[in-house]
């Protein structure tokens, strides 16, 4: 009875007529069905009335469990009623829901707190419905009810949980964000947007949509990041450069995971950003202070070791050499002593000045300690190179120094290294770049040596006569032999080419291939070059006023004397002075001048064509040119190399390019002149092929001013 009023079963016992034998029997048996039933649910179903105490009807077994009570005990109020078990405090919400649902006959669900009968609160819920009569009163109500402590302790657990972590990321002063794979962020946190420079993370988001051009200064470092997720998953401090909102660049350090769907796809990346650019400054602070000098600013004995490690891996990649310097002060100790530390220390800041000065900028200049500096060069291009470094080291430390307006002078010995032939490691091309300079010490200071006496041998011969050759210049040692040119077809004269020879007290007549290549090597050459264009158009003046004819003198130019001097104003005052007609002045420039610096190479040509001087390519055929350049030069001349006609008659390939060389030259409008024409079979042949004039010891050597003047007054005498 109890269990009809409580269930309200839908199934109308007058329908079950045509059902079969197990529905009957199974409907026989309801009762019996739904008590199992009820009592094996967790909760309580029950019948009650509408009234003040909740008044139950019916109650099943798990009510028990539910609130600690008996059934009967809760049954009819007989030792408690439902009101009393709820907490008081929610009492009067339940009813209130309740009626409501009651009024528009609709069925309620409600939480609250019950006290069961050990004084404990637990939450319940409880659905339920109204049972009305059929003139639609309100009887009882049926529903069911469950223990929802433990669902509730959890909610309330997660909402906890999830108000932490909102705190964290709300509050914490490390940035925190989720990026889209495509460089967008998704979301950050207020921190974030104040390491980044934005008023809000609303902002941030807004204003950030490009992460990789954006953000970071070096646009790699998105490529980079997401690199490394590939590879580990995440990334631990990672550390880069970037752009604030502003503008201004500070560096951070990430760490982030990469996020993924169950099958594998990346759906966002998620991480925290910390601002290091204090840390990294103080970092590049110590760093500096533990590899520099603090008086010079100079790379210190460790920097130098690593600086020098590098030189030795590059040198051994590339086949090249090091040369290590070490620099001692001559009279540094006398100067600190008597004049103080103060004067001392300036003394080694300008003397570091000084040394930095004299060395490429690829080089490095370390002061280890003391008085001592070390100097690492790098690619070295020569002997002579290098010898001219030294060079410049000893005359630039002995310039005055004036410190407190007094004046020092103080000299340097140097001691060298070279790497590899005087050790493999750093160590020991220290160590014997120091012996080495003991040995300048020992030499009376003031110069260089080389750890291996060979070495000190060949520069010091290079150096001497670097040195004697100055002298010559001051001494007037140099003098000019012509050679004269004719032409095939008149067979007369059509000018003299200026050689010039050395005449030195000590060694006689030194020929220009022994010393021109090493004046070439230096800034000797420009004086040489200037020297040798003076005295020709000079001699070629005085040979109009001795013989009354004008020939023309060609002058030869090295490929530095026409890059690095002003040529062409040199050229224009020479021929002033002189009073020399500048057609009668030839400049001979060989062909590998022009490599690699073709348009400068034009516009000097150019300019020197405009005074009128007549321009020949000297040489030619020897260079890796190509001969199709030669039509955009302003040229008159083409002097073909003396090494095809010698070879003439043994190769007849040879015949063959002076064949193309003449066509070329002619078909340029050019004036093709052949040097070094000894025979008359070779005479003969570039006849044969129509080439213009020659030069060579057939006609003649070079020979002496004054031979050169009676040479032409003797074919005067004869016409
Ligand atoms: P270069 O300009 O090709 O000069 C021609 C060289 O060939 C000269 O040698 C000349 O004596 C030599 N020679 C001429 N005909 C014959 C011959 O039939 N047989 C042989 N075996 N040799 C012949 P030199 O005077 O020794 O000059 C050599 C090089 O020195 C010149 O070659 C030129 O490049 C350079 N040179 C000479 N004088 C000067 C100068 O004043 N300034 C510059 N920058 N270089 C110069
Ligand atoms: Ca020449
Ligand atoms: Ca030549």
Redesign the pocket.
Known sequence: MRLRVALNSPVDQSNTSGANAFIQNWLNNREHVLDSLLSNLDGMAYCCLCDEHWTMLFVSDGCYDLTGYKVEELLNNDKVSFQEITLEEDRQGVRDLVEIAMESRQRFEVEYRILNASGEIRWVMERGTGIFNESGKLEALEGFIQDITINKRFEHDLKQAEQRYRSIFENTVEGIFQTSPDGRYLSANPALAKIYGFESPEDLIASLNDIEHQLYVKSTSRHEFAELMQQQKRVTNFESEIYRADGSTIWISENARAVRDEKGKLLYYEGTVEDITERKNYNELIEYQATHDDLSGLPNRVLLKDRLQQAINHAERTSSQVAVVFVDLDQFKNVNDSMGHHVGDKLLISMAQRLESCVRESDTVARPGGDEFVLVLSDMSGLEALGQTLQRILTKTAEPCIIDDREFVITCSLGISIYPEDGNDSETLLRNADTAMYKAKEAGKNNFQFFTQELNSALIERLELEYSMRQALIHDEFILHY?PKVSFLTQKLTGF????RWNSPTHGLI???KF?PIAEESSLIESI?SW?MQTACKQAVDLYKQTGIRLPVS????PRQFYERQLVSEVEAVLAKTGLPPEYLEI?ITEGTLIEQTSKFIDILKNLKSLGVKLAI??FGTGYSSMGYLKHFPIDNLKID?SFVWELEQDSANQAILKAIVSLGQNLGLNVIA????TELQRDFLISIGCNEM????YSK?IPFNQIVAHVNSIHALV
Request: glycine content about 10%; charged content about 25%; aromatic content about 4%.
């Open positions: 050679q080419e200026a050689l010039i020929p220009p291939t021109i070059g040798v002058i030869n130019v090295s001979e000297d040489d003396r040097e070094g024409v000894e030069q060579g010891y057939l070079p």
